[in-house]
């Protein structure tokens, strides 16, 4: 009698491990990936929008946390060992919401990238909604790593609070760049069907974009 309790009870505690395993090692849920793929589509565009539409050279104010690219995301995982996608995928959301209303504020109302930007805008509060939505409640209130979490402080200060040091000068052409990127990166799993695919969070990828850095400075 106490073998097969002892047995039920390893059973159920493996059973409980197993159904523990899909929260902690699931990519991207599937649900994220239409709005994921409408929100690459609008991407698409920002060259035209971006770059064609503004003063050559123009550049916006930003907070230095805000040039998120994908070298970013290869430095925090040097940074914090073991750092689940799910963190920076949080992250990521934090960084571009600031990054889009920056973008639109600098925009007349009769700007001809204004109607674009703000329904890129719309469209990327439609998929944090599926974000939220598609995780468990608990996952939000987990504390974030320190490293992680300085990031998100500093990014959710008061602008008149920011340290002149703290701010950088970008185009919105290449912070719309970073935004796709880098999303192609944190959600992979939703882009491996796409017929030009590019592993944007390969080495070879993040050399190529230090080697442009590297030209532009020259």
């Not at 009769?110 to 996952?139: C, I, K, M, N, W």
């Not at 935004?179 to 990828?205: A, I, K, N, P, W």
Request: charged share 25%.
């Amino acid at each position: 009698m106490e073998q097969r309790f002892a047995s039920a009870y390893l059973l159920g505690g493996l059973l409980g491990l197993f159904l523990l395993v899909p929260v902690q090692m699931t990519g991207t849920p599937a649900s994220m990936c239409t709005p994921l793929k409408t929100l690459n589509d609008s991407l698409s565009h920002r060259r035209r929008y971006m770059k064609h539409n503004f003063p050559i050279n123009y550049t916006i104010r930003v907070h230095h946390n805000e040039i998120f690219k994908v070298s970013s995301i290869g430095k925090m995982k040097l940074l914090v060992e073991g750092l689940d996608d799910l963190v920076l995928q949080r992250l990521w959301f934090q960084v571009n919401q600031g990054v889009l209303k920056k973008i639109i504020r600098v925009l007349p109302e009769r700007h001809p990238s204004r109607p674009y930007t703000a329904q890129l805008e719309s469209r990327f509060r439609d998929l944090e909604g599926v974000f939220v939505q598609s995780h468990p409640a608990e996952v939000f209130q987990q504390e974030l790593p320190e490293t992680i979490q300085d990031t998100w402080d500093h990014l959710t200060e008061e602008p008149e609070r920011v340290p002149p040091s703290s701010w950088r000068y970008a185009s919105p052409k290449t912070l719309l760049d970073n935004l796709c990127h880098t999303m192609h990166c944190l959600f992979r799993e939703c882009f491996t069907s796409t017929e030009v695919q590019q592993d944007y969070c390969g080495v070879s990828h993040r050399r190529k974009g230090k080697k442009k850095d590297l030209k532009f400075k020259s």
